[in-house]
């Protein structure tokens, strides 16, 4: 864009930054900086900047369009509805035609032989076309009684499906808690009363879906998730759940093609880099592997299986003490048995029979005192 340039004296080198849209101030209307300070200090703001007046213009346009394409509209409808009308009167017009021309030709047949019956059927005709006026009359107020019926239908309807929306969304709200307290066969059936009240979210499906993994019904998980992926194909979550699900089903190169998808869609997705990661090593490709794990951590250090799954990878490519390490960092996130067995393996390998035995010891108490807290916590329920 073309710089201006101040005219004032000893403002010569500053650029034009706006326009003063003051109806009373006497000075130049455009301003620089220091036209601005000094010679519209006491009405800056009715001083507008050139990237302002933009914003500005810009709100009016999409304003001036929105209106633009109601009116168009309402142009259409009004269209419409004047061609209905003209239909109608055209209509009438024929009907009229054909009952005059009747009542020509019945006249002339009765005139020859029965004077008072033409009388009586002239009648007749003159009754019957009224009726038919009458009706003409009557449709316009029948459409448009009919038009505000439907009109009322449809508020109803919208009404009972944002009723209906309200409820599935507050069920739904049920079934993540649910879930996240692992009960998660009432969380299914809290899902599936909300795709009853509005099957068109593509939350709920991803949370049955993930749900369903829990329960090990894959099958039926990669179906919710299909339907998510439909409803929002750039959900990251369905397509890490769809991975899931097909990576317990052993279908590792579909599984990884979802992960990619995920990860296409996007890049700093933490759980998507551990996942691909352990498909791939169920697929025996380590070195991979232990690439996507870094991925993962380096987005969230705190990763717990990230850091378990890259000791997996370590241990497979017989790098010990690295898996060791990695297996610390996880139990310091969370204190799991698993990991503390795993790290077991990895001692025994290095000769340090020792420290594996103590290791699986401490595995085992960990088991006994959380197997002691599951007991008690089933004896309140």
Known sequence: MEVFKCKYLQHENEEIM??????????????????????????????????????????????????????????????????EIYKQRKQQSRVLEIMNQRLQKQGVQYIQFYS????????????????ILNT????????????????IAKDNYDVQMELKKVEASKLFDQGTELVKSHKFREALKIFDDSIKLF????????????????????????????????????????WNNKGFALDNLNKYEDAIKCYNKALTLNPKNDTSWTNKGHTLNNLAQYNEAIQCFDQAITIYPNSFYAF????????????????IMCYQKAIYIFNDPLILELMTDSLFQLGLKDQAKLSYLDAQQLRSIKKEYHQKQLLKI
């Open 18 to 83: 706006g326009f003063c849209l003051n109806q009373i101030c006497q000075k130049a209307n455009q301003f620089c900086y220091l036209c601005l300070t000094q010679n519209h200090y006491d009405h800056q703001k009715d001083c507008i900047r050139f990237n302002t007046m933009s914003q500005y213009i810009n709100q009016q346009l999409k304003v001036s369009k929105e209106q633009e394409a109601q009116m168009k509209e309402m142009i259409d409808q009004m269209r419409t509805y004047l061609e």
């Open 116 to 131: 008072k019956e033409i009388g009586n059927k002239t009648q007749q005709l003159v009754i019957e076309l009224q009726q």
């Open 199 to 238: 099957d068109l979210d593509y939350l709920v499906y991803t949370w049955k879906a993930k749900t369903l993994n829990q329960l090990k019904q894959y099958e039926q998980a990669i179906q919710c998730c299909n339907k998510s992926i439909t409803l929002n194909p750039n959900y990251v979550s369905a």
């Open 308 to 323: 378990k799954n890259k000791g997996l990878a370590l241990h497979n490519l017989q790098q010990y003490q690295n898996a």
């Open 136 to 151: 003409i009359k009557n449709v316009g107020q029948v459409q448009t009684k009919i038009n505000n019926q439907l009109i």
